[in-house]
């Protein structure tokens, strides 16, 4: 599993879009945001979501408890984050039940991940406490992605391409100043999330500067992922040869 971190106005869904054309294009078979997340047929089943839940208390739970305390004493961004929240916690089980559905060798690539989610809760103030989202993600390793990619871009270049977006965001509210201020702090809890997820488990992280052109980005990127690929394929079959 792939997932693509950033600020706003980076340029996540541009590279993991095009990452994921190109890989398609090699014979690997990838799953994306709109075909995992998105997925109606999965998204109605309850009954599972509810299992799910009940079976992983511990992850809800804790996961509750890192929005509550990462959150600010403002009732209007805590409404906010208890939507992340529940967010978060349909992308998980939806990310599971699809898990079941198709093949393990498969790439899941996303731009709007679990990840992301749980960063999103400190999007509008807060703060991330480490030690509640470690406790939570150590309940279920697995919805940790394999390969984090990293977009790093500066907050001022982020902030000006957000508010020359024509579609509306998050941010429309505050000016330009307030933005980057905003996207400077936000880029501290990404280092803050990945760090708690290093200690958690072993993760490859990929930083590439968005900044840069995005073709160049994107060859990277994909001869990255390809290289861990075969690196993982070369190892199971060493495995298997030993045994």
Wanted: glycine share 6%; proline share 2%.
């Amino acid at each position: 599993m792939v997932e693509f971190l950033g600020l706003p106005g980076a340029g996540k869904s541009t590279l993991a879009r095009e990452v994921i054309e190109l890989l398609a294009g090699n014979q690997y078979e990838t799953y994306n945001y709109e075909q995992i997340f998105k997925n109606r047929n999965i998204t109605r089943k309850w009954s599972s979501a509810f299992i799910y839940y009940c079976k992983n208390f511990g992850l809800v739970f804790y996961l509750l408890l890192y929005t509550l305390f990462s959150s600010p004493i403002n009732p209007v961004i805590l409404k906010y984050n208890i939507g992340r929240f529940l967010k978060l916690l349909e992308l998980i089980v939806m990310l599971e039940l699809s898990r079941r559905k198709i093949n393990l060798s498969s790439l899941m690539i996303f731009d709007q991940g679990i990840i992301q989610c749980t960063w999103s809760i400190t999007s509008k103030g807060g703060g991330v406490n480490k030690k509640l989202l470690k406790k939570a993600l150590s309940k279920k390793k697995q919805i940790i992605p394999d390969i984090i990619v990293y977009v790093d871009i500066q907050a001022r270049v982020a902030a000006a391409r957000i508010k020359e977006r024509d579609s509306k965001t998050d941010f429309d509210h505050l000016t330009f100043e307030k933005t980057k201020a905003l996207f400077r702090v936000q880029a501290c809890y990404y280092r803050a999330i990945l760090e708690t997820i290093k200690e958690v488990k072993d993760v490859t992280v990929l930083v590439v500067d968005g900044n840069a052109g995005v073709r160049d980005n994107i060859d990277y990127i994909t001869a990255f992922i390809k290289d861990i690929i075969e690196e993982t394929v070369n190892s199971k079959n060493g495995n298997k040869n030993k045994k």
